[in-house]
């Protein structure tokens, strides 16, 4: 049998296993991080795995693991879901958190030593060591933390620092077990092959798992809950995209240039740190954090990595891997009543609405953060006939720039249901003018040939003086599109997929479109 680990746990699998026969259901364009086993002796003596109640850290030992620590860490026996009394977090301040007590040997020197920032610590309350505690520098400092001579340093911090700022009383470290160096990707890949052979001591890590700022062990903190709405967003499919791979950073792109604003404190960016850009070219842009490095006011930190940080520290420009974070985000807007209503009882969340005749479509909701929603478990909702909601589809195959500016401009880029006004109706065409950015440029985009069908829905691009109006004609017509303009000044964009719709509905009304796909 070869003995590997799938995401932490200890698995046996029989000789020439397949990685496709382990993760069969994973999906082929993710990458997984495959981190082949070093020194032995090395990674046996000098790294250990701490698992908490707030997520990974990993420690690299100055020497041998003390006696005491030896008694506690694991041999990979899962964990039974109750924490040793020594475990548990006894305090935490700004300059460093301890767990404990528990009974040591050493005798305390009685001086007070210089810690930096992730140094790991074993001393005791007043000066006995049978009160000893495992303490996490949390930042520089001096002190007499009761420690043996030369400060009781056995180890230092190498992944995971920022959990260290989400610790809380009752917080509790859940198992501790040796590990090979995740960093070291001398002995790493990513790959999306399943055909690659899994060997003995082989460590296969299929995601990363975050927590979003603010949300832990049932406490809510809406400090930054808009920027936290953000990245639920982001990945409420649950894809991270790797646009680029820097030295202390991965970043995903795809929500760039959205508008977000700096919440909260200032926080340094550690490994496992997760932030939005708040200005600049990547505004709106989502990033993790492989190394430390000091905070910036450009930065909001929305969350921390608790598992899988050697996926982002190994991925490569163009890779996409699976990602999710907890809490899942909570937006009904664009559901039918109904469904808002299932979704709002599957998470405990009382739903009032302004009216519940018919078959209606949520339009908006109060609060409308995720976190501001679970904070005060209840949510309000407005709702108009389903009559009045159009459905659209979008060709981004033919005309993905100019979809991308549609969806930006209805707002249908970052919810399931957007808006646009409509400003005229004449005979077959219905116009409408949505608020277009200064600066955004309408090139031309897959401008018709021939005749027009009927139904189409167009951008005017910026051939035109009427550039960004918005149109739909419902019949087929050979001389203009659906903006009323020539066809070289007419980007087509999809098609309407309810056109009976149009006709009730009002000039100088907003109209409310979902998308749907085929």
């Excluded at 401008?447 to 918005?470: F, H, Y």
Aim: proline share 5%; with cysteine.
């Amino acid at each position: 049998m070869t003995e590997i680990r799938l995401d932490g746990e200890r698995l046996e699998v029989p000789e020439g296993t397949l990685l496709g026969d382990l993760i069969p259901g994973h999906p082929t364009e993710c990458s997984v991080a495959v981190i082949r086993p070093a020194d032995t002796t090395s990674a046996a003596t000098r790294n250990i795995r701490v698992t908490t109640t707030a997520g990974e850290i990993v420690i690299e030992m100055n020497d041998d693991i003390p006696s005491i620590l030896q008694k506690i860490i694991s041999a990979g026996a899962p964990d039974t879901g109750t924490h040793p009394e020594i475990m548990i977090l006894k305090w935490a301040d700004r300059q460093a958190a301890s767990f404990g007590p528990f009974p040591t040997n050493y005798i305390p020197e009685r001086s007070p030593h210089r810690y930096d920032r992730g140094d790991v610590i074993l001393g005791c309350g007043g000066y006995d060591p049978g009160q000893s505690y495992l303490l996490f520098s949390k930042a520089p400092h001096i002190a007499d933390h009761g420690a043996a001579g030369g400060g009781g340093i056995i180890g230092r911090i190498v992944s995971g620092m920022s959990v260290l700022e989400e610790w809380k009383p009752k917080d509790a470290i859940t198992s501790m077990e040796r590990i090979v160096q995740s960093a070291d990707t001398s002995n790493a890949f990513t790959t999306t092959a399943r055909d690659v052979v899994l060997e003995d001591g082989m460590s296969i890590i299929t995601c990363v798992r975050a927590r979003a700022a603010g949300y832990r062990n049932g406490e809510i903190d809406t400090t930054r809950a808009q920027s936290v709405e953000h990245l639920l967003l982001t990945y409420r499919t649950g894809r991270y995209h790797v646009s680029l791979d820097a030295s202390t950073h991965v970043r995903d792109d795809r929500m760039r240039e959205s508008e977000v604003f700096y919440e909260g404190e200032p926080h340094s960016r550690f490994e496992g740190t997760i932030t939005t850009r708040v200005s600049g070219r990547n505004r709106g842009s989502v990033f993790i954090y492989t190394d430390d490095i000091a905070g910036s006011p450009n930065h909001t930190a929305v969350g921390s990595v608790e598992h899988g940080i050697e996926l982002a520290h190994i991925a490569g420009h163009g890779e996409t891997f699976l990602f999710t974070v907890e809490p899942g985000q909570f937006d009904i807007r664009g559901m039918a009543l109904s469904d808002a209503k299932a979704v709002a009882e599957n998470r405990g969340i009382t739903l009032n609405t302004d009216d519940e005749t018919g078959e209606r479509i949520v339009i908006s909701q109060a609060p409308e953060t995720t976190l501001e929603v679970l904070a005060g478990n209840e949510v309000s909702v407005t709702t108009i006939p389903a009559t009045q909601v159009i459905s659209v589809e979008l060709f981004d195959d033919k005309a993905p720039l100019s979809c991308y500016i549609f969806r930006s401009v209805t707002g249908l880029r970052w919810h399931e249901i957007g808006e646009m006004p409509l400003i005229m109706h004449f005979e077959d065409v219905s116009l409408f003018q949505p608020r277009i950015k200064k600066g955004t440029n309408i090139n031309k985009e897959n401008t018709p040939e021939g005749s027009v069908p009927a139904n189409m829905l167009a951008i005017t691009n910026d051939s035109r003086k009427s550039a960004g109006l918005i149109g739909c004609r419902t019949t087929e017509n050979s001389e203009f599109g659906p903006t009323s303009e020539p066809f070289e000044g007419t980007n087509i964009i999809g098609r309407v997929c309810e056109p009976e719709k149009l006709p009730a509905l009002k000039e100088g009304s907003i109209v409310y479109i979902r998308e749907v796909t085929r």
